[in-house]
């Protein structure tokens, strides 16, 4: 099923050999996204060739031995060259910081302990074992919770046994999921009342201290969201750029041909047809 753009054909070979470059849930959706890809591709070069563009320099990176590709060059150039964005305005930026307060916070920050009693998940008796042993210092800890830092230095298969299992500053995303769900559930000084299961095995963990975040204030986030809002502009730009080429463009994708009557299918292919069945 051959592509063309403005008579210029793009083979399925050559397709194929961009979707590499294209993860995506289906073959389909990577094909799908390997021929837009080369038709932006096409419509780019083929704009350059009729304004007689000229071709720059490529970029080059003597340190890993890269080149810039001509064309990948000339394409760059076009794009610098004839793509304008508007600059975002003050009051832009302020819509943007009210519009999304919770991007502007500082981290919400956690103290924490924990003790591990490490089980291969796949391994159901040393779960089994690893979660018994958690639960008989769990009730220790509710009969005497200053015990914590001596169970950790005694029972903890984590490095930070030698610290009386403190784990330091924790902030989302910097543990864990599992582990981390758990922790910003407690309260301060609390001990989670149920041994935590995770990929490492089984949890004992105590909140010691939490502080949560703060709103930024504007003036210490606008270069923040200008260059955001600059990037934003920028891209939309050379999006409504290529869809002008494109629309002046000849985009065609050659229909499979069907196959001629009565051939493609054998006495004994076991389709419908050679069946008896319906068409």
């Not at 083929?46 to 031995?65: L, M, S, V, Y």
């Amino acid at each position: 099923m051959p592509l063309r753009v403005d008579g210029i054909e793009i083979s399925d070979e050559r397709i194929r050999e961009e979707m590499q470059y294209h993860p995506a849930p289906s073959l389909e959706d990577a094909r799908r996204q390997a021929r837009d890809a080369l038709v932006v591709r096409s419509v780019l070069l083929a704009e350059a060739r009729r304004i007689d563009f000229e071709a720059p320099a490529p970029i080059a990176d003597p340190a890993n031995k890269l080149v810039e590709a001509p064309e990948e060059a000339l394409i760059r150039a076009l794009v610098d060259s004839e793509v304008r964005a508007p600059e975002p305005s003050e009051e832009e930026c302020r819509d943007y910081y009210a519009e999304n307060p919770s991007s502007f916070r500082s981290p919400d920050l956690l103290q924490a302990a924990h003790i591990l009693f490490a089980a291969d998940p796949k391994d159901e008796l040393a779960m089994a074992k690893a979660r018994t042993r958690a639960e008989a210092a769990l009730a220790r800890l509710r009969a005497d919770p200053g015990l914590f830092p001596k169970l950790a230095r005694e029972l903890s298969d984590c490095s930070s046994a030698k610290d009386g299992g403190g784990l330091g500053q924790i902030t989302r995303g910097s543990t864990i999921p599992e582990l981390e769900t758990f922790l910003f559930a407690l309260e301060p000084g609390q001990i989670c009342p149920i041994p935590i299961r995770t990929r490492y095995g089984f949890h004992i963990a105590r909140l010691d201290e939490r502080l949560d975040g703060r709103q930024l204030p504007y003036e210490a986030v606008r270069n923040r969201i200008m260059v955001y809002l600059r990037e934003r502009h920028w891209r939309q730009a050379v999006r409504e750029y290529i869809g002008r080429l494109a629309a002046r463009a000849s985009i065609e994708e050659a229909e499979a041909e069907p196959a001629p009557e009565g051939t493609g299918c054998g006495d004994s292919c076991g389709c419908a047809k050679s069946a008896g069945g319906a068409p």
